[in-house]
Each structure stands twice: as structure tokens, then as C-alpha cells.
């Protein structure tokens, strides 16, 4: 394949984990909101409830647990604040690899290990924190399909001409 189609392809797919990982962290931020529109969708008084009582039950408490908390403790939002702008600051980084995929792979690389380690992170944390497993799932999903735009990326680095590396 042509070296500059190729560079083009990688640039293409690590910009789509840029983007995502960036729409990740600012999804961070309005939590409150989201979690009434989610409730409002999903929670116990959607028809969700009939068909999935459980996960609707979850996702209100959640809502009521995200309401109290931060109505009494509004400095608790800061946390996931800290989440978002490490998900920016991630993202970032990826900008390295998007100029020069043979130099910086080694961020493609962190990325992939980081995609990895998400899913024994998810399950020991969703276990200790009391996490439903289905959420625990949704979250490990995150890292599952994280990873394929990764793996894409570092063969495709792979192949570029050794004079590009």
C-alpha cells in the first residue's frame, strides 16, 4: 500500500480515538444532567422497568445517590472534573502519534496497555465498590472497543517504510 494512503488511514483512526476519548471526558463533566435525562429514559418510571427492572432500578438510584450528593456535597463533582481533564490530557497525547506514527507508537502502545488493564480494573473496583455486573460490563466495554482503533493503528504503523521510522 502507498506509504501516504497508508499514513492517511492512521491518522484517520487515531483521530477517531482522539475524538472519542475527548467526547468521553466532556461526558464527565454534566453528570447530574445526564443521569436525570438517563433516569428520566431508562429509570424506574420508564417502560424499562417492566422489561429490565433491575438495571432501571440501578440507574434511579444512581440518579437519587448523584442528587444527594451533590446537592450536600457539591465539591464531590471536582472528582470527576479530574476525570475528565485526565481523558483531554489523553487525548492530547494522541496528537503525537497523528503527526508521526512510527516515532510516537510507543503512545499507541500505552494505549493499548491501558485499553487492556481497563477490564481487571473495571471487574476488581465494580466487585469492591458494589458495582452491578452489567455496569461493570458497560465499563470494560470501554477498553474493549478502545483497543480495535489501537491495534489498527500500531499494524498499520508497522508497515510504513522503515525510512518513515
Avoid at 1 to 7: A, K, S, T
Avoid at 27 to 49: F, W
Avoid at 154 to 165: F, K, N, V
Wanted: with cysteine; aromatic share 12%; hydrophobic share 55%.
Amino acid at each position: 500500500m502507498d506509504p501516504q494512503r497508508l499514513l492517511r488511514r492512521i491518522r484517520l483512526v487515531l483521530g477517531f480515538f482522539l475524538v472519542a476519548l475527548f467526547i468521553s471526558g466532556l461526558t464527565a463533566i454534566p453528570l447530574r444532567t445526564e443521569l436525570a435525562i438517563l433516569d428520566a429514559l431508562a429509570g424506574t418510571r420508564s417502560p424499562l422497568q417492566t422489561i429490565w427492572s433491575s438495571l432501571a432500578e440501578w440507574i434511579s438510584r444512581v440518579r437519587v445517590a448523584l442528587d444527594i450528593t451533590y446537592s450536600t456535597y457539591p465539591f464531590m463533582a471536582y472528582g470527576t472534573d479530574w476525570l475528565a481533564f485526565g481523558h483531554f490530557v489523553i487525548a492530547i497525547a494522541f496528537v503525537g502519534p497523528i503527526r508521526d506514527p512510527s516515532r510516537n507508537v510507543w503512545v499507541i502502545e500505552l494505549g493499548i496497555l491501558a485499553c487492556i488493564l481497563l477490564v481487571p480494573y473495571a471487574m476488581i473496583f465494580g466487585i469492591v465498590r458494589g458495582i452491578p455486573p452489567f455496569w461493570t460490563l458497560v465499563d470494560s466495554l470501554f477498553g474493549l472497543l478502545g483497543v480495535v482503533p489501537l491495534l489498527i493503528a500500531r499494524r498499520w504503523a508497522g508497515r510504513l517504510p522503515s525510512t518513515w521510522r
